[in-house]
């Protein structure tokens, strides 16, 4: 009698003990959701099941409980029924996604993958431009085929062209200079000096220029503010333009155009032979007719830009005793009148 009194009083206080170790031992050791209060009650139990379910039924007598999923984990101990099948789980047998990519390990095909990454259904990175930098953390996304980008997939620009590095054909561009698609260097004019950095684009073929893109006498007249020349003839005793100065009046033209932002005067000089009276008059029609050849060659020219000025036969730059210091005399001058706006747009 006593031993049957014994062995009840251990059914009814065996559970209740049970229950509180597995509680311990579930809350000591407890990761991820396991942790959670439902998955300790569900150990407990599963714990006091078993406990009842070994004193009670002989060994022989038992029965074995099935792994419905195939996780190796029995179906009366798996926290995780359904898992799919060749996932690696933990001893709970729920699955394990070490690189959290949201593929189980055991299905994951690419472990490893780096975090923030997007995955396939095998958990294989997605590349979608093909530049090397995962979907996910690819911060240029679209980038286009053949680019060098940084750690983020954005494009690099070394040379600052706007053609991206791998794309652009000529690296190493001056800073400034106009380029086309391939990231090469314009030069409208052909003297050698890229479109973007040239100062007198629209130089003829053959010219001779300086870093800038402009002849000797153009570099003078943006440095010094004033261009003068002998060359432009023009019928004696009148402001008819021989034909002969056309050229050389078109390269002047050509060079004004790209500075529509100076102030100009187009000053007439004389020699001293005949009146002062009417060498005054002859220097102020001879600066007019100037203007005027620039200002129907070039529509782009402003009249108001310029300003026309004669000076007479005053201050002569060579004798007026000899045929070579009179042609000398015989001259037009181009002056800058706000030379501080060219120094702005260097």
Partial sequence: MRLVLTLLLVALLAPAIVVDQADARCKKGCKGKCCEKKCCDKKGEMETTEFIYDVTIPWPFRHRSGDEDGDGVPDDRDMCPGTPKGAIVDKQGCPMD????????????????????????????????????????DRCPQTPKGVIVDRYGCGLDSDDDGVPDGLDRCPDTPKGAKVDKHGCPLDSDGDGVPDGIDRCPNTPPGTTVDKYG??????????????????????????????????LLDRIGGSLVQWPEL??????????????????????????????YLAKKFPEIERSQFTTKGYGENDPIATNDTKEGRAKNRRVQFKILNKGQLKRQK
């Fill in 98 to 137: 070490t690189d959290g990519d949201g593929v189980y390990d055991g299905i994951d095909k690419c472990p490893g993958t780096p975090k923030g990454a997007m995955v396939d259904r095998t958990g294989c990175p997605l590349d979608t431009d093909g530049d090397g930098v995962y979907d996910g953390i």
């Fill in 263 to 292: 102030r100009i005067e187009i000053g007439g000089y004389t020699d001293s032979s005949g009146s002062t009276e009417l060498n005054q008059r002859l220097s102020e029609q001879r600066a007019a007719a100037v203007l005027d």
């Fill in 214 to 247: 402009c002849t000797i006498r153009e570099t003078e007249f943006l440095d010094t503010g004033i261009f003068t020349t002998s060359d432009i003839l023009f019928e004696i005793g009148k402001s008819d333009i021989k034909p002969d100065s056309y050229p």
